[in-house]
């Protein structure tokens, strides 16, 4: 009989920060609510950052300005470090510092936003994309359980 095991259905998310830092640990399953409140404090960050880069664009060129930071941006982590390069060092502080404040709360804290932050830069940002990857788009194990996987007979076989 086929059986569903929700301890065995996805992996743990499991993180080490060893040996850059002595930290490692499992991120509570988010819930509903966490992953809701991240998802709009990612749209709302990266609306803010559009923002900033069409007035520094506008202000550099005294004309309205380039979108830095395109519509369809904003899934990935990585492609919104990438468009904050073009922008003042104080604004990528600040994108920094906020974008680590939203991944600790979607973690429940463990990782905490000061330890995300003691990360170098490259290392958070592999991170951010992982945990994005597998809360939004966890693999299921095969058999989702503990279920046997049954072999069928090609109707081709004859």
């Known amino acids: 009989m086929a059986k569903f ?71 990935d982590p990585a492609d919104l470090v990438a468009a904050i390069e073009e922008l003042d060092p104080s604004v990528v502080g600040e994108f920094h510092q906020e974008l680590a404040g939203i991944f600790g709360e979607l973690c429940s804290g463990e990782p905490s936003r000061e330890l995300l932050l003691q990360l170098p830069m490259r290392i958070r940002v592999v991170f951010y994309s992982w945990l994005r990857e597998q809360v939004m788009n966890p693999e299921a194990a095969p058999g989702a359980g503990n279920a046997q996987v049954t072999t069928l007979r090609s109707a081709a076989a004859g």
């Open 5 to 75: 095991n929700a301890a065995t259905v996805v992996e743990a998310l499991e993180w080490t920060f060893e040996p850059l830092l002595p930290a490692k640990g499992t991120i509570r399953e988010p819930t509903d609510d966490q992953i809701v409140k991240f998802l709009t404090e990612v749209k709302a960050l990266v609306a803010r950052l559009r923002d900033k880069a069409r007035q520094r664009a506008a202000d550099a060129a005294g004309e309205p300005g380039t979108d830095l930071v395109p519509a369809g941006s904003g899934r």
